[in-house]
Each structure stands twice: as structure tokens, then as C-alpha cells.
């Protein structure tokens, strides 16, 4: 019943690795984001899709591409993994002219 | 986007009243005044938004004075369970921009029996 779902919950992977994290909502909303959470808890926006078209990228290294299957689904592909790419990773979503931003319960990811 | 500030940490008791304040000097005609809150290992969960006066829901009160230069966060007989960050963020939610808002390091509550 989870509205905003991402797994992996935990991911623990070595440099120079590639992964994704994928996300879904089943709430409906057409605008889905990837927010990124370093250690020091700040949260930043990264990408926005809204009905599968990108609207908002962040600057964010090219080894980070987001993916959008459908408006219900938002997968965030990694390349090359860096350490200070460690952080939490939110997926979130916002229905269609609605106010409210839903977040995912985040991907722990650990880069060694 | 209008910058906020807001107390690093509070302390508080179960039961008790608290009230927690950000500050927004510079908020835009069209900006809204949004509180979200953050359990460890959870992401952000919306708690309350207002535009002027006083919103109320089942969870919590927004003050807001007419010069809407600042706003308060009222979260009435606390329990252990509000243990937790509470974020104010100030900007049109419709906007672009708000989605680019950066959380910040919020108020840390930490409720003891």
C-alpha cells in the first residue's frame, strides 16, 4: 500500500560499479522527482519528470541518468560509483496541480 | 525563493505544547509557507501548508502574522512518536522553483517521556 515506493531499501557497492535505484507511485501523480540527501541532511532536488518528459535536471554529473518508463515509474541509473556518491536517495511525486510533494521512504546507498 | 530560519534543535516533554518558529523576511506575494517532517530513516512526510492566518488539521496549527514575515509550527500534547526534523520551506508549491527548494537542516525535536 506503500504510495511511493523505491528499492533498494540498502545498497552497499564498490566504486566504479553501476546501479539503479527504481522507484513507482501508484497514486496517480504525473510529476515524479529524485532528491539526493548527503550527510550533512541536506535535500536537494536532482531530476523532475513530469508524463515521462524531464522538466527539472539538477546539476548533476552525467553518470547519473533518470528513467521514465511510464508516469508511474522513475528508475535513477548510476554509473561508475564514486564514494561521495553515498547519500540517501528519495523518490517523490506530486499530483497534477496538486501542492504536496509524497516522498519515498529512500535508498541507502554505501559506495567502498 | 525566499530563505528560511528556523532553530537548529528543541527539547520538549510528552504532553507538552510545542511551537516551533521560522522566520522569512523576505517571502513573495504568491509564496506559500509548507512544513514537512522527517523520521530517521524515513523520507519527509507533508504535514502542513497556509498562505495567511491560522490553518489547522488533524495534526498540527500554522500561525501565520499578516506581515507573513514569519510563521509558527504548533503541534499541540507531543509524544514520543514527533521525535523528529520538521522542515520549513516558503515558495509557490506550483512553482518550478519550490520543487528546487533545499530542505535545509530543519529543526531537530526531540520529545522525552
Known amino acids: 500500500d506503500t504510495a511511493v515506493s523505491q528499492t533498494p531499501k540498502y545498497l552497499v557497492t564498490q566504486m566504479g560499479n553501476d546501479k539503479s535505484i527504481k522507484c513507482e507511485q501508484n497514486?496517480?501523480?504525473?510529476?515524479m522527482y529524485w532528491y539526493k540527501q548527503d550527510s550533512k541532511k541536506f535535500l536537494k532536488i536532482m531530476f523532475s519528470?513530469?508524463?515521462?518528459?524531464?522538466?527539472i535536471n539538477e546539476t548533476v554529473p552525467n553518470r547519473f541518468s533518470p528513467k521514465s518508463p511510464d508516469k508511474a515509474h522513475l528508475n535513477l541509473h548510476i554509473n561508475s560509483l564514486e564514494l561521495g556518491d553515498s547519500a540517501v536517495y528519495f523518490c517523490?511525486?506530486?499530483?497534477?496541480?496538486?501542492?504536496?510533494?509524497?516522498f519515498g521512504e529512500g535508498s541507502w546507498l554505501t559506495v567502498v | 525563493l525566499a530563505k528560511t530560519t528556523q532553530p537548529i534543535s528543541m527539547d520538549s516533554y510528552e504532553g507538552q505544547e510545542v511551537n516551533i518558529t521560522c522566520s522569512h523576511n523576505?517571502?513573495?506575494?504568491?509564496?506559500?509557507i509548507t512544513w514537512y517532517q522527517q523520521f530517521p530513516s524515513q523520507g519527509p512526510r507533508f504535514i502542513i501548508q497556509?498562505?495567511?492566518t491560522k490553518v489547522t488539521n488533524e495534526v498540527a496549527s500554522l500561525f501565520i502574522p499578516a506581515d507573513r514575515k514569519s510563521s509558527t509550527l504548533s503541534l499541540p500534547r507531543v509524544s514520543l512518536s514527533d521525535t523528529a526534523v520538521y522542515y520549513c520551506?516558503?515558495?509557490?508549491?506550483?512553482?518550478?522553483?519550490?520543487?528546487?527548494?533545499?530542505f535545509g537542516t530543519g529543526t531537530r525535536l526531540l520529545v522525552s517521556p
Open positions: 517523490a511525486s506530486r499530483p497534477p496541480g496538486g501542492n504536496t510533494i509524497y
Open positions: 497514486l496517480g501523480h504525473d510529476t
Open positions: 519528470y513530469n508524463n515521462k518528459e524531464l522538466i
Open positions: 523576505n517571502i513573495a506575494t504568491n509564496d506559500y
Open positions: 497556509g498562505y495567511k
Open positions: 520551506l516558503v515558495g509557490d508549491p506550483r512553482n518550478t522553483g519550490f520543487q528546487k527548494l533545499v
